[in-house]
């Protein structure tokens, strides 16, 4: 099945809607919550989080016996919370970094996962079957109940996200500031830690416990790089992260063999990658621009105000120079004196050149800045 023929059947194949509607839905609520972890330096808290789930998982199908999903993602969620408290726990209560308590409560829970998920596995019984699908996701396993519960979350984090936007905001941008607000930064912080959990329990049967975490930061990598305003920031993630999901779902649809989870966190990457090069603030393409034009600007200001120290050596100052007493200087080129007339900073008439007036005033200024930075430094 091409993408085309995909998209041509998303509307009347049931699995093929109800799969591409889940990931678009949990791409936006990832790309919205990830960009507070992006902007609060958190981005490692998605990996730990969760690996932190999976021994919920299983521990979840040792007391039930059962591998429906609710108890399942229930058992996740109250581990990956767990996990996050113990994280904040080692941070506030010890002298290790938030790197070390990240790391350190990633290896265990994941270590006690994987111990768990083997003694499952070697158990007599047949129902422990398909447990490991939560290690890297399997989407084609969601039914319509799963996508009204992401479609629900979704809707319930927006809703917190625009009621308590000034409170989040804040706390954001400045901690200290927010509690001299009166503000209770704790509650808030516990808020935001708790969606950004909920959201990547969500994604455990689409993506996975391995890669869950890139689908929480790279929808929001991607939205930086375009703005500096917040709210568009946290519109474009949610933006990046739904079309992650329908072209992931649909590449991977289009092609034998290809797991649904891998392919959205690819699709992911390259937007993240193409944010990189080519957005207009922060982009690598334009910021290489940018070096060039300003580097052509200096060489012509130099060009120009060594023009004027030759010029102002003359009473008349529109007396006419050779172009060979440029000769010795590193700034002057062809190109340099053609750039320069176009600006109407100097005249050309055959080998000669002579400064304007606007060149004249362009040079004066030119020089009063060096002036003011020498005095400025000093």
Same mark, same amino acid.
């Given at each position: 099945?091409?993408?085309?023929?995909?998209?041509?059947?998303?509307?009347?194949?049931?699995?093929?809607? *109800?799969? *591409?509607?889940?990931?678009?839905?949990? @791409?936006?609520?990832? @790309?919205?919550?990830?960009?507070?972890?992006?902007?609060?330096?958190?981005?490692?808290?998605?990996?730990?989080?969760?690996?932190?789930?999976?021994?919920?998982?299983?521990?979840?199908?040792?007391?039930?016996?059962?591998?429906? *999903?609710?108890?399942?993602?229930? +058992?996740?969620?109250?581990?990956?919370? #767990?996990? *996050?408290?113990?994280?904040?726990?080692?941070?506030?209560?010890?002298?290790?970094?938030?790197?070390?308590?990240?790391?350190?409560?990633?290896?265990?829970?994941?270590?006690?996962?994987?111990?768990?998920?083997? %003694?499952?596995?070697?158990?007599?019984?047949?129902?422990?079957? +398909?447990?490991?699908?939560?290690?890297?996701?399997?989407?084609?396993?969601?039914?319509?109940?799963?996508?009204?519960?992401?479609?629900?979350?979704?809707?319930?984090?927006?809703?917190?996200?625009?009621?308590?936007?000034?409170?989040?905001?804040?706390?954001?941008?400045?901690?200290?500031?927010?509690?001299?607000?009166?503000?209770?930064?704790?509650?808030?912080?516990?808020?935001?830690?708790?969606?950004?959990?909920?959201?990547?329990?969500? +994604?455990?049967?689409?993506?996975?416990?391995?890669?869950?975490?890139?689908?929480?930061?790279?929808?929001?990598?991607?939205?930086?790089?375009?703005?500096?305003?917040?709210?568009?920031?946290?519109?474009?993630?949610?933006?990046?992260?739904?079309?992650? +999901?329908?072209?992931?779902?649909?590449?991977?649809?289009?092609?034998?063999?290809?797991?649904?989870?891998?392919?959205?966190?690819?699709?992911?990457?390259?937007?993240?990658? %193409?944010?990189?090069?080519?957005?207009?603030?922060?982009?690598?393409?334009?910021?290489?621009?940018?070096?060039?034009?300003?580097?052509?600007?200096?060489?012509?200001?130099?060009?120009?105000?060594?023009?004027?120290?030759?010029?102002?050596?003359?009473?008349?100052?529109?007396?006419?120079?050779?172009?060979? #007493?440029?000769? &010795?200087?590193?700034?002057?080129?062809?190109?340099?004196?053609?750039?320069?007339?176009?600006? &109407?900073?100097?005249?050309?008439?055959?080998?000669?050149?002579?400064?304007?007036?606007?060149? %004249?005033?362009?040079?004066?200024?030119?020089? &009063?800045?060096?002036?003011?930075?020498?005095?400025?430094?000093?």
């Amino acid at each position: 099945m091409s993408i085309t023929e995909y998209f041509e059947l998303l509307f009347t194949d049931y699995t093929l809607r *109800t799969i *591409t509607l889940g990931t678009a839905v949990l @791409g936006a609520v990832c @790309g919205m919550l990830g960009s507070f972890a992006v902007l609060r330096k958190q981005s490692l808290l998605g990996d730990a989080i969760s690996h932190a789930a999976l021994p919920g998982i299983a521990l979840a199908f040792l007391i039930t016996g059962a591998k429906d *999903t609710n108890v399942l993602l229930l +058992g996740a969620l109250v581990s990956g919370l #767990i996990g *996050t408290f113990w994280i904040r726990g080692i941070i506030t209560k010890t002298h290790l970094k938030t790197d070390t308590a990240l790391g350190l409560i990633l290896s265990l829970f994941f270590g006690f996962g994987m111990l768990l998920l083997t %003694f499952i596995q070697k158990q007599p019984n047949a129902n422990q079957a +398909g447990l490991d699908k939560y290690l890297f996701g399997q989407a084609a396993t969601l039914v319509e109940k799963d996508v009204w519960i992401m479609a629900i979350v979704t809707s319930i984090c927006l809703g917190i996200l625009l009621l308590f936007w000034k409170e989040f905001k804040i706390l954001l941008f400045d901690a200290d500031y927010t509690k001299t607000l009166g503000f209770n930064t704790r509650f808030i912080d516990i808020v935001i830690t708790f969606f950004i959990v909920l959201a990547i329990v969500l +994604g455990l049967q689409t993506v996975g416990v391995v890669l869950m975490s890139a689908m929480l930061l790279a929808p929001a990598a991607a939205a930086r790089q375009w703005t500096n305003k917040l709210s568009v920031m946290v519109f474009l993630a949610a933006i990046f992260g739904a079309f992650s +999901g329908v072209f992931g779902t649909a590449i991977s649809a289009s092609q034998n063999n290809l797991s649904t989870g891998p392919v959205i966190v690819l699709v992911a990457a390259v937007f993240v990658i %193409f944010s990189f090069i080519f957005s207009p603030g922060r982009g690598i393409l334009f910021k290489q621009l940018r070096v060039r034009r300003n580097r052509r600007d200096l060489q012509l200001q130099k060009t120009l105000q060594f023009m004027h120290e030759i010029a102002s050596t003359h009473e008349d100052t529109t007396h006419p120079h050779a172009i060979k #007493i440029l000769n &010795n200087f590193q700034g002057f080129t062809k190109k340099t004196l053609k750039k320069l007339e176009e600006r &109407n900073w100097i005249t050309l008439k055959g080998q000669n050149w002579s400064l304007t007036e606007q060149g %004249f005033f362009e040079a004066e200024n030119l020089y &009063n800045q060096q002036l003011n930075n020498e005095h400025t430094a000093n």
